[in-house]
Each structure stands twice: as structure tokens, then as C-alpha cells.
């Protein structure tokens, strides 16, 4: 009986702009599809925003303000790999669009 254990990588993105986001994800994908993977999965996270509300005149109109908000778009790729393929040597060479945060976690 032959078990083969798989190797579980996470990574985490995080990025303001969702079109970085998915170039970003597209480059890891190809950038380990020649590899042998047992699979590759994404999950996209819910998009989370921050509001705020500004006054625009401090001192004598209190009801006219402005609101702005920041939208953070979140991905996470799942990568099921033998232990013999050195996933995370592909993804240390590899450069990713500047405005993207990368995180990546073991199991």
C-alpha cells in the first residue's frame, strides 16, 4: 500500500486593485503549471470595504460631507503538491505586481 502524502501550500493575496489581483493569480498559475501538481485551487474571498465620512467644511455646515471608500479584494491559491517538488523555490524566483501583499503558509 502506497500512501503519498500531499503537500499543502496556501497563498494569501490581497490587493486594492482587482485587475493586479488577477494578473497576479494568472502568473502563479502558469508560473506552476509545467510543475507536477496534484492540484490547484483559488478561492475568492468576500471584498472588503472600509467608508469614511469626511466634513467638508468643519465649522459651518455639519450636514454637507463626503464619503470615501477603500475596497481590499482577497484571493486565496491552494496548491497540493508531492513533497519532491520544490514549490516554494518557484515561488521565491517569482516577481508579483507591486501593490499585491503575498502570504504563504504550510501544512
Request: charged share 25%; glycine share 2%.
Amino acid at each position: 500500500m502506497n500512501n503519498k502524502t500531499n503537500e499543502k501550500v496556501r497563498i494569501r493575496l490581497e490587493s486594492f486593485n482587482h485587475e493586479l489581483l488577477v494578473s497576479s493569480c494568472r502568473k502563479i498559475t502558469q508560473t506552476l503549471s509545467p510543475t507536477s501538481l496534484n492540484s490547484i485551487g483559488m478561492v475568492t474571498l468576500p471584498t472588503s470595504k472600509r467608508i469614511y465620512c469626511v466634513l467638508r467644511s468643519p465649522h459651518v455646515d455639519k450636514d454637507s460631507r463626503e464619503h470615501f471608500e477603500i475596497r481590499t479584494h482577497k484571493r486565496i491559491l491552494e496548491i497540493y503538491s508531492d513533497p519532491e517538488v520544490s514549490v516554494v523555490d518557484l515561488l521565491a524566483e517569482m516577481d508579483l505586481d507591486p501593490g499585491v501583499f503575498c502570504s504563504i503558509s504550510f501544512s
